[in-house]
């Protein structure tokens, strides 16, 4: 780790092991890939659309913790266990990325894999921020 980097752990989220939820680098948020998971390390009960809500929340409590806003992001990655189920719950998706984050998006990719650290894991949702100084 280069000196002055700041690990971003929230004390409202679960505790990390084997990793930080972000890396501040100057400016720059590094934000690691988070599942559904609540605070008590479980994936939170329901579909695609329930753990978007919380992968996403938990991304920004990270975001938040560094300094920054939902309108910092400059690039979020979805890793998808099921696109279908996601592209057939996009409009309830968006309508909570935009009620979250509001209506400017980030450069963004969506890929489909296998499987997640957590095998009830739908969705993964990792980004990068870049706070301004305001």
Known sequence: MTEGNVLINPASMAKPSGFSHGVL??????????????????????????????????????????GGR?????????YLTDVDDYMANGREIGRIWRKMAGTEYPAM??????????????????????????
Do not use: C, H, Y
């Open 25 to 66: 680098a100057a400016n720059t948020v590094f934000l690691a890939g988070q599942t559904a998971l609540d605070q008590d390390m479980n994936i939170v009960p329901g579909g695609i659309v329930e753990q978007f809500t919380q992968a996403f929340s938990n991304v920004l409590t990270t975001l938040t913790e560094a």
């Open 70 to 78: 939902p309108e910092d992001l400059v690039s979020v990655t979805i």
């Open 109 to 134: 990719a969506g890929i489909g894999v296998s499987r997640l650290w957590q095998k009830e894991a739908l969705i993964e949702v990792q980004g990068i921020a870049v706070i301004p100084e305001r």
